[in-house]
């Protein structure tokens, strides 16, 4: 035997117990609180069970050794899970075109392989495609033609002269009393082309003289009908005459609309044409009350003493004539000079010109 102390003594160096000492102990009180809890379930069975030792001096456990005991049975920590962010708009609005240009190519893919290529008219095909040589060769490609307004959507205003305002210019019979009224004359031949046009599937208005419609009116042309004085001159004076603003420039549309009505008039009815000038016709009103950019004519339809045969026989035949200038103009107005205009197919004349300014709505 050494004089060394006893590792199980509780003289131990320091005054700490062994180990081994405290592991003893531990063991005591779970053995201690099991037995005491399997007593407490049996039936009938509530005193508490002696402990094994006699108290808990004779194996006291140090402070640090309860502290450990509680930090292991401590729940491990466990981090907050981190929120997802929304998504930016600009990366929602990319993501969005990424998926539809990959759903366009998938799709177009498809088509490739599995539509048939005779699905297409051949015709439609051959002007799709482009003409690799003539690139190369430097040849330049044809101009594109230009898109035809539908007729439903083309608007044409048409003025009855002097209706319902007055009735214009007046013949007298012997004894002064009238026999012929302008606003009558004019009445017939506006309402036939407005029944000509209206057939062809055009948009048309038929305007009095002072309508309220006028203002700012938009349309692909306007025509005012007349016919002219019904004065003695002491000497014939015959002739139709077709006349635009002196405000428009002279070569633009209104130009090329007044030489087709004036052209297909005087081809078809029986009148030579005139020239003279008048301040009604110079400064007449609907000129200045219409949009600019409609192209606008004022049409006398011949004189009315001298002229009044044709004036009032045969109506249809001055309303054909104003009606075939009209169709001049809508079909070759936006046409170039190397377009050919479809006249043969409408029955109306084309006057030599410049190409003009396109009309409002053609």
Known sequence: MTDEP???????????????????????????????????????GTAPLSLPFESE????????????????????????????????????????????AISASLVATLLMFFVDPEFLNPAVVQGLQIDSGAIVAGIEAPAPTAVVTPRWLQRIGVISGHRGRDSGAVCEDEYG?????????????????????RAE??????????????????AAL???????????????VSGYIVHKSDARPEGGADSFLRECIALNYGAAVPLQRSYAET??????????????????V????????????????DPDLLADAITAGILCFLDNVALSNS????????????PARVTPTPAFGA
């Open 6 to 44: 006893s590792r199980h003594s509780p003289n131990s160096p320091k005054g700490e117990p062994s180990a081994s000492a405290v592991f003893v102990a531990m063991m005591r009180q779970v053995a201690a609180k099991a037995v005491s809890k399997a007593a407490r379930e049996e039936p009938g």
């Open 279 to 296: 301040e009604d016709l110079i400064n007449y009103h609907a000129f200045q009350r219409i949009h600019p950019l409609t192209p606008a």
């Open 222 to 236: 306007m025509v005012s009908i007349h016919a002219n004085t019904c004065a003695d001159f002491e000497e014939v």
């Open 57 to 100: 001096a004779e194996a006291p456990i140090p402070r640090e050794t309860r502290l450990e005991t509680r930090r292991v049975r401590r729940l491990p920590y466990r981090p907050l899970l981190r929120r997802p962010q929304p998504a930016s708009m600009m990366g929602g609005f990319l993501g969005a075109i990424f998926v539809a």
């Open 298 to 313: 004022i049409v006398e339809l011949g004189y009315m003493l001298a002229d009044r045969e044709i004036l009032t026989q």
């Open 201 to 218: 599937n055009y948009a048309i208005d038929m305007l009095d003289e002072i309508d309220p419609r006028l203002e700012d009116y938009r």
């Open 339 to 350: 377009q050919q205009p479809p006249a043969a197919a409408r029955g109306y004349l084309v």
């Open 177 to 197: 009393n009238p026999d012929l009224l302008e606003v009558d004359i004019n009445f017939a031949v506006a309402q036939r082309i407005v029944a000509r046009l």
